[in-house]
């Protein structure tokens, strides 16, 4: 028996449209203009993620290559930022993906995006009507609270998600359709509802209805979440609910219309009338009540608990307001040891009970009589720069100039990768007490950290603090590598947080995300008006239309900066809420490099695997020459730059 359940989240892979790598087309193309995309959101969300290579119109591979659109808003958001206008969509004929939550739509047209799978337009409040009868490979369709007055999904033989809660619909004809596994239909004014006898309704609380053909008000299941030791009024449930003719009630105790001392399972009888009776059973499930927050070792500061909505069982984690004599904060984890999950304030979290998140604490290091100096890298005029190579020698054999990291041999992964960021001056690491360097490759890289690497990735360009704008609240003239984050702010690479007092936060010691690492590559790059060729897509299981970043990281996946992982069953995943570690940055940011070359190093797998100390080495090993791309190739073989190492 299938079970039309209450859903809300959405669980929507995508799936990358398939191209050979190709440069864009020298044609005209679609200009990118009011005229074309009227709304300004939605026009500059196409400029950023659409127009590859920035000249402010659509080729027709352009057009054909994007299959994606991100531009969910929160009910809270201001109207300035929402779409109020899809035109334009239209220009997308393989678009897969289309996530409108939130926005002020009043009309939408999907008739030329015949490849749509998933849809979300919930809470745009006045559509009235979507036509989905050119989608004929629609799975997933959302429109709660979207003003709709009437649907029809008879052209969708695919469709298994149909989320419509809260619009004004009098009828529903889900009958034809098996595939049908997940639907949230409730609030809405049904007098006719058809279904197949094998669908089961859970969770249904429309209002006013008589018995009709294919539907019978009582004969349904409800699903009650509720906070633990809590009570319900049967009533907001069913509203046509009549205490008097219940009886045998087991697993909690009615009075009058509210059934409190609920535990886990509530059965009852219920007298419909006819002489029939109703055998009634409500699964109940706890919801946490509350997050609370562990200062774990702090000496001073509290975080406030947060109550969660029985419906809503997701919630936005808290800004850390503890404080620990000798200690930065690092992150919120679910375990006390933080071997659990982790989280950054501000990430979206779920949680399935109660729950308590752990402060996460870093010693702050004391100054010694000699201490490590930092990772600085390229000279900055900082004054504190511990760089000993000689940065700057691209595409010569720089081998010499290599720092010798003692932390790093031949099986490190991206061993090639880390001496090329040595070389270039982007990083040099930690020099110890004893004169020796450490890489620190299994550290997590930091967000001011990061800033200063893409900061020297882009060429350490001039560039002013004193004169420029900090428009972020927690970075001072005493944040280290502060000229590099404000530079990055000045670009656009970096926006940080707005705070619910308007403010602005870049959280400078908050680890890197993979997922946030794909957004400031992509942007970076087209600040750099890097213009990469295209391969083939990634199709990620763990990406889906609410993951953040998610056209960023399929960007990514395109240049061929990242293939992610394989897994065991041959799928691929991209782990985008792991923190980036040092030495996968060092991958990252060297093929971002060879980007600018025009090629790229096209697998996550570890190209250490093969290293060779020279191009002695590599004749010897009968390779030679190296061509870019195959095991062993780095450019300090490449004497010329050529992507031919050791002819």
Known sequence: MRTISRYLGIAAVIAML????????????????????????????????????????????????FVDIQLAKTPSDPDSVKVHNAKGIEYFPNLRNLNLYSNNLSSIDLSHNPKLQSVSLCN???????????????????????????????????????NVAGNHLSSLDLSPYANI????????????????????????????????????????????????????????LVPWFDATKVSDVKGATLSGTTLKDLTSTVTYTYAIGNGQVLHAKIDVTNIPAVVTYDGNGATGGSTAAQKL??????????????????????????????????????????????????????????????????????????????????????????????????????????????????????????????????????????RQDMAAFLYRLAGSPTFDASKAKNPFRDVTSKTPHYKEILWLASTGVTTGWTEKDGSKTFRGMNAVKRQDMA???????????????????VSFKDVNVLTPHAADIAWLARTGVTTGWTEKDGSKTFRGT??????????????????????????????????????????????????????????????????????
């Open 18 to 65: 398939t191209a050979p790598a190709q440069a864009m087309a020298a044609d005209a193309g679609t200009p990118i203009d009011v005229t074309t995309f009227p709304d300004p959101v939605l026009r500059a969300y196409v400029q950023q993620h659409a127009d590859l290579n920035h000249d402010n119109a659509l080729s027709a591979i352009e057009a054909d290559l």
């Open 578 to 647: 792991n923190s980036v570690v040092r030495q996968d940055m060092a991958a990252f940011l060297h093929r971002l490099a060879e980007l600018g070359k025009g090629g790229s190093d096209n697998t996550d797998a570890t190209p250490s695997d093969v290293y060779y100390k020279n191009c002695a080495e590599v004749k010897a090993a009968g390779k030679a020459p190296l061509h870019r791309g195959q095991p062993g190739y780095r450019p300090g073989l490449d004497r010329d730059g050529d992507g031919v190492a050791c002819e």
């Open 181 to 236: 596994t997940s639907s949230w239909i409730d609030y809405n004014p049904l007098l006719a509802l058809k279904a197949g006898s094998g669908i089961t309704f859970t969770n249904d609380q429309n209002k006013d209805r008589q018995p009709v053909q294919g539907w019978d008000p009582y004969e349904r299941g409800y699903e009650l979440s509720y906070p633990k030791s809590g009570s319900v009024d049967m009533r907001t």
């Open 519 to 537: 957004a400031f590559l992509h942007r970076l790059a087209n600040h750099m008006k890097l213009k990469p060729a295209l391969g083939k897509s």
């Open 309 to 446: 909505d029985q419906y809503m069982p997701y919630f936005n984690v808290a800004q850390n307001g503890f404080t620990r004599g000798g200690y930065t904060f690092v992150n919120w984890n679910t375990a006390k040891d933080g071997n659990g999950t982790a989280y950054e304030p501000g990430d979206m979290a779920g949680a399935n009970g109660s729950m308590t998140l752990y402060a996460q604490w870093k010693k702050v290091e004391q100054n010694t009589s000699k201490p490590s100096a930092p990772d600085t890298g390229k000279p900055d005029n900082s004054g504190n720069d511990s760089d000993t190579g000689k940065p700057g020698n691209s595409g010569g054999n720089s081998e010499s100039a290599v720092i010798s990291f003692r932390d790093v041999n031949s099986k490190t992964p991206h061993v090639s990768d880390i001496k090329w960021l040595a070389t270039e001056g982007i990083s040099t690491g930690w020099k110890e007490q004893d004169g020796t360097y450490t890489f620190r490759g299994m550290n997590a890289v930091v």
């Open 124 to 162: 745009s409040h006045n559509l009235t009507k979507v036509d989905l009868s050119h989608n004929p490979d629609l799975w997933f369709f959302a429109a709660n609270m979207a003003g709709l007055t009437s649907l029809d999904v008879s052209h969708n033989p695919k469709l298994q998600t149909l």
